[in-house]
């Protein structure tokens, strides 16, 4: 296998405990969590999907920007570079049921909450 192969898998990652401090404010809180790869920059990196990124909106429909204390947090799937100097391991299961589809396995991202499993 090779690291190009597993864009558009579902994966189990483990990541060096470095991760954890560098990768918190993006939801990444513990060392292992599935994740689906949604790209691959080879020798460099994976880039990895948060189905519930949540961030506060600073502008509104018009482009305009609103101020801090009315400004409200929103939810939005998001994509997370991940160099592969963090990585120690990956895991990937041959196997349909582990393709990117809805499966029932858990992200490594509770919805809604940017925090990982």
Do not use: C
């Not at 190009?4 to 060096?16: A, Q, R, S, T």
């Not at 790869?37 to 018009?62: C, F, M, Q």
Request: glycine share 8%; net charge negative; charged share 25%.
């Amino acid at each position: 296998m090779n690291i190009i192969d597993i864009e558009g898998k579902k994966v189990l990652l483990k990541f060096d405990e470095k991760a954890i401090n560098d990768f918190n404010h993006v939801g990444i809180t513990v060392v292992d969590i599935w994740a689906d790869v949604t790209g691959v920059d080879k020798g460099l990196g994976i880039w990895i999907r948060h189905p519930s990124y949540k961030i506060a909106v600073w502008w509104d429909e018009n482009k305009q920007t609103i101020p801090q204390d009315q400004r409200k947090e929103e939810v939005f799937p998001a994509d997370i570079y991940i160099p592969l100097t963090y990585i120690k391991s990956i895991l990937v299961i041959q196997d349909e049921k582990f393709s990117t589809k809805e499966n029932g396995i858990p992200l490594g991202f509770v919805s809604g909450t940017g925090n990982a499993l």
